[in-house]
């Protein structure tokens, strides 16, 4: 029996409040080659006591991957596809 992770299983790269920012960032992990997918619905309703958040999950294999492109998606950057 291995101890490493099964490389296909989910996890959970970033909770968000809306089902907006989470699909815009599982559509800039799409164009990154890593595939991507929103767990939960609904968001925020604008109740700051009933905020719910919605998940955005790539598999393990990708997770590096996904963190270095989430985050250069919020610095404006390309993750990296230019020179």
Do not use: F, K
């Not at 799409?30 to 999950?57: K, L």
């Amino acid at each position: 029996m291995s101890l490493d992770p099964d490389p296909d299983r989910p996890v959970v790269l970033s909770n968000l409040l809306t089902d907006t920012e989470a699909a815009i960032l599982v559509a800039y992990l799409e164009g990154e080659g890593i595939a991507a997918m929103t767990a939960g619905s609904g968001g925020s309703t604008g109740w700051p006591e009933a905020a719910r958040y919605v998940q955005v999950v790539v598999r393990h294999r990708d997770l590096d991957r996904a963190r270095a492109a989430a985050e250069a998606m919020r610095h404006g950057g390309d993750g990296g596809q230019s020179e």
